[in-house]
């Protein structure tokens, strides 16, 4: 399965971009990570493939929201009020498996996107 992730870009603070990611096969549960300069990849958030129950990470919560289409195999982000502290490449992930809790971690994912960046100028 690859994974296809792209609508990042360069916004300023407070504006807003939708990131989408296509799974070339099916997929259950899956997410985003993101990556700024010098530090760890981390969690933004996830959803189930079952439920459609989301997971947001506290940094982002209110601002962001993640969905999905189930018969296209995609994800979606939406990421409004955004500030410089968003910046980074964000990664779209996904699991074969059904997670309690969906994708929270590195090692939940089986697959990876290539990432697309997001730059947020103050």
């Known amino acids: 399965v690859q994974l296809q992730a792209y609508g990042g870009g360069l916004v300023q603070a407070g504006g807003f971009l939708r990131l989408s990611c296509a799974a070339s096969?099916?997929?259950?549960?899956m997410g985003w990570f993101r990556q700024a300069p010098g530090k760890e990849r981390e969690f933004v958030a996830t959803i189930r493939w079952n439920t459609g129950r989301t997971y947001i990470a506290d940094s982002v919560k209110g601002r962001f929201t993640i969905s999905r289409d189930n018969a296209k195999n995609s994800i979606f982000l939406q990421m409004n009020s955004l500030k410089p502290e968003d910046t980074a490449v964000y990664y779209c992930?996904?699991?074969?498996?059904?997670?309690?809790?969906?994708?929270?971690?590195?090692?939940?994912?089986?697959?990876w996107g290539q990432g697309t960046e997001v730059t947020v100028s103050s």
């Open positions: 992930a996904a699991s074969t498996k059904l997670l309690v809790g969906g994708i929270r971690w590195s090692s939940d994912v089986d697959y």
């Open positions: 096969g099916r997929t259950a549960d």
